[in-house]
């Protein structure tokens, strides 16, 4: 019977965890839940973020065992910025990416980490990356990781267009995050979503997501 | 010898017979991984299922029909083993078949449900099986009944089961809504179940819907080429 129990099998503090980063016109949104539990019992953080910048435009969401994940983006942010003060211009997106990779790659035994890459950069623009437990690179549109993903692909799939305006691309996040959250035990929290651009990156915090969980399940109203 | 074995990259299995990289199929149990659905509308129910059952990773009958007659206006949607599922459709089947001759009136869909869960709750450590119990009565109109594995009934207006199930939660949460009519719920089946057996392997060929109102069942196929399609990245 155990194979139907979701076992994250993960060691110590794990981000049992919803990530996404989706392609839209000219930018990239990537985003992520707040929980971190450990093993499904315990949330020892409510409000965790599981975005973190790698570089200017340039940000990584963490899936897996946080340790191993905070260790590996400690290492690779300095390996890039080494690498772009050799370049002397910002780093590719896909430099990013495969930095992350080869270390998940060399040390797979050891590591139990995946990761989302997304960015902007002037020579292919807005970009995506997964790079998998075992350090598989590709490069996708959109993409979900985490626990909680498996409940959103579906949701995904129907919902996602190529092209996006901005808005509408941060409203299909924060709708495919709170759904996620509304069926898996160990995502939940806030919403940390970045909108990365040319121009710039922009955070934004969503807290209502109680409020779409009210949306989705009208029967709770009754 | 061991000079061109040592320049050989190392794998860590070998592929043989006796790991898990390569399946005995000759033992493996058949089941229905699969994607169930079943929507409430007013006045009946609409149920679907894909078409896949597996021996590991062989498709041992990719036609399958997962819908059941149990009674000429409650089915059920199986999941799970599909032995286990089979042989409880048929006790039922009998029993219920037997209490509506004894009652002389057409049997009600909670009667059905409550015997799926008594036989699945039962002998719950013998058996795998996740069941959905659909139908229509006049004492209550379309009814789902969810029977997951464990014994636990209960009620819901709209229910997906099976491996391929947790692939559309997302979907279902976001585009059900109460109140809808038999072709929305027609459609909303078809298109969660396309989904699901797009992303699920253990889900996949053809999709069987039922409607079943106080007129009768009415049962199509969808097939490959027309299933729901959604934008592709």
Redesign the interface.
């Known amino acids: 019977?155990e194979k139907?129990y979701t076992d994250s099998k993960v060691k110590g503090v794990s981000t049992g965890t919803t990530i996404l980063a989706a392609i839209f016109d000219g930018g990239v949104v990537i985003g992520s839940d707040s929980r971190a539990s450990i093993g499904g019992e315990y949330v020892s953080s409510k409000t965790i973020n599981k975005v973190i910048q790698v570089h200017d435009r340039i940000f990584c969401c963490m899936a897996g065992s946080l340790a191993d994940a905070q260790a590996v983006i400690k290492s690779a942010k300095s390996h890039l910025s080494f690498h772009s003060v050799q370049m002397e211009s910002p780093p590719l997106v896909i430099a990013a990416a495969s930095v992350l990779k080869e270390l998940c790659y060399k040390n797979k035994d050891e590591l139990q980490a995946g990761f989302l890459t997304a960015g902007w950069d002037s020579k292919k623009g807005p970009q995506v990356y997964v790079v998998s437990l075992g350090g598989m690179l590709i490069s996708?549109?959109?993409t979900i990781g985490g626990s909680g993903s498996?409940?959103?692909?579906?949701?995904?799939?129907?919902?996602?267009?190529?092209n996006m305006t901005r808005e509408e691309c941060l409203q299909f996040a924060t709708?495919?995050l709170a759904?996620?959250m509304?069926?898996d035990n160990v995502s939940g929290g806030v919403a940390h979503l970045v909108v990365i651009t040319e121009k710039g990156v922009e955070l934004k915090l969503v807290c209502s997501l109680i409020e779409l969980l009210l949306i989705?399940?009208?029967?709770l109203n009754e | 010898m061991a000079a061109a074995a040592s320049m050989m990259p190392i794998f860590g299995h070998q592929i043989s017979s006796k790991n898990d990289l390569v399946l005995d199929w000759s033992r493996e149990e058949v089941s229905t991984g699969t994607t169930i659905m079943a929507v409430e509308y007013d006045g009946g129910v609409v149920i679907g299922a894909d078409s896949r059952t597996t021996t590991g990773a062989y498709i041992a009958n990719r036609v399958t029909d997962k819908l059941t007659r149990i009674h000429d206006r409650i089915y059920c949607c199986r999941s799970g083993s599909a032995a286990d599922t089979q042989a409880i459709a048929e006790v039922v089947s009998y029993q219920l078949g037997f209490h509506s001759v004894e009652l002389d009136e057409p049997p009600l869909v909670e009667t059905a449900a409550n015997l799926f869960r008594a036989s699945c709750y039962r002998y719950r450590e013998e058996l795998?099986a996740g069941i959905l119990v659909a139908g229509w009565d006049r004492r209550k109109g379309g009814q789902v009944y969810c029977v997951p594995?464990g014994g636990m009934l209960v009620r819901q207006?709209v229910a997906v089961g099976g491996s391929g199930s947790?692939?559309?939660?997302?979907?279902?949460?976001?585009?059900y809504?109460?109140g809808l009519n038999k072709d929305q719920c027609l459609e909303l089946t078809a298109?969660?179940l396309s989904?699901?057996m797009?992303?699920d392997g253990s889900s996949g060929g053809v999709i069987r819907l039922a409607s079943i109102s106080e007129d009768g069942v009415e049962r199509r196929v969808i097939l490959g080429d027309q299933l729901p399609r959604?934008?592709t990245?």
Do not use: C, W
């Open positions: 019977m139907h996708q549109q959109v498996t409940y959103i692909y579906g949701y995904v799939d129907a919902k996602y267009k190529p709708n495919a759904l996620a509304g069926r989705f399940h009208e029967e | 795998m594995i207006p947790t692939y559309v939660y997302g979907f279902m949460d976001s585009n809504k109460p298109s969660a989904l699901a797009e992303r959604f934008s990245h």
